[in-house]
């Protein structure tokens, strides 16, 4: 973030509808559902001030299918929702994946499953953002814990988007996507914004899916003269539909590779007093600012307890968490589901010093919560 011009007391859905326009975004297509709607409604006011477009869709389906014409048309596009909706916009984000469509989805989760808990918070998304589609693929979710996170990971999901060619999910638990807090808004000319990366050679010698030492195509701007052929199958460089199994492992590694690549831009977390960390909670979200203030009361009591916060969920920032984990004897994951981000921290750190803390009574976690595991060491 830059130097901020002004001070103003936002909710987290209306930070990130804010964000959304001073990244770029000049088209939202959705269909109100609680508890994001606040998103769709603050579009609808910002988008026609700056000349850009906002459709209320049939339904979820629809709405992303629009986006996605919207971002082939040329044009930065973002969509809201929560659970039920999220899981109707599955098909249609596997398309962006496989055909590199940039835009960002946002889901502000609520309790599930079915239509489960719509004014009441949860964390039950994690895994159905990073698996929810079918096939094997890579996609960037990030997770906010403040107002002001909500819009400064807003702006950088559009960023990754456009850098990368791809869909972006911003993950934001009810709780913060309803909370009031103060927020420094940058100028947004001295943002940081991302243009997209447009194609610059002869038509004739364009190739839709053809990329350079940094693994992401160039897109072809409409009306410049580019051919370009989109497809969900699996193609070549051209675009053009192949089983060959050569070329299909060619580009798919590409497609994958394109994320390891670029890493050191896409990881992003926090850490609180870990370096010496015996007891290390990794949380997320509200659940996250519940360990926050948990860990400075168990340090004011003597017992050496750390937070790591991954910023970004997906794909998971193993690296940091095995360094941050080195000395810690045990690891307690708060979550407010069964069980989600806690068999990664499993799978990275060992199931033996791990425990979930979990609840799914549509209640944050609080950090008595988590202060009894720590004291009890269960």
């Known amino acids: 973030m830059t130097k901020a011009t002004h001070q103003q007391n936002l909710q987290g859905n209306h930070a990130c509808a804010l ?13 109100p559902i609680t508890p994001s709607s606040e998103v769709a409604e603050r579009m609808s006011l910002e988008l026609p001030r700056v000349g850009g477009t906002f459709v209320q869709m049939e339904d979820e389906i629809a ?34 994946v496989m055909a590199e469509v940039p835009c960002v989805i946002v889901n ?17 998304d994690v895994m159905q953002a990073r698996w929810g589609m079918h096939g094997g693929y890579q996609i960037i979710v990030l997770a906010p814990a403040s107002v002001s996170e909500v819009y400064g990971q807003t702006v950088r999901a559009f960023n990754l988007a456009e850098r990368l060619r791809t869909p972006v999910v911003v993950l934001i638990d009810e709780v913060i996507g309803h909370l009031v807090e103060t ?24 190739q839709p899916y053809a990329a350079g030492d940094d693994m992401v195509p160039a897109m072809a701007r409409p009306g410049d003269g580019y051919r370009a052929h989109t497809t969900g199958l699996t193609h070549d460089e051209s675009g053009f539909p192949t089983q060959d199994p050569e070329t299909v492992e060619r580009v798919s590694r590409r497609l994958l590779g394109k994320f390891e690549h670029h890493r050191a831009q896409i990881d992003q977390f926090e850490e609180l007093q870990t370096r010496d960390a015996e007891i290390l909670i990794v949380a997320y979200g509200i659940s996250a600012r519940a360990a926050r203030r948990a860990v400075r009361e168990a340090r004011s009591k003597g017992i050496k307890a750390g937070l790591f916060r991954p910023i970004t969920i997906w794909p998971f920032p193993q690296q940091a968490l095995t360094k941050a984990a080195k000395k810690a004897k045990r690891i307690l994951v708060p979550e407010m589901n069964a069980g989600q981000i806690v068999l990664e921290v499993e799978r990275v750190a060992g199931r033996g010093r791990v425990k979930g803390i979990n ?17 009890t060491g269960d």
């Open 19 to 31: 964000a959304a326009v001073a990244a770029g975004c000049r088209f939202y297509a959705g269909y």
């Open 63 to 96: 709405s992303m299918g629009a986006v996605l014409g919207a971002s082939m048309g040329g044009i930065k596009a973002m969509t809201a929702t929560s659970g039920p909706g999220f899981s109707l916009k599955q098909e249609n984000i596997g398309y962006g």
């Open 108 to 124: 502000v989760m609520r309790g599930g499953p079915s239509t489960g808990m719509p004014t009441r918070p949860a964390q039950g």
């Open 183 to 206: 927020v420094r808004i940058p100028d947004p000319g001295g943002l940081d914004i991302q243009q997209r990366n447009w194609a610059a050679v002869a038509a004739g010698e364009y």
């Open 359 to 375: 609840r799914i009574d549509g209640q944050a976690v609080t950090p008595s919560d988590i202060l009894e595991a720590i004291g």
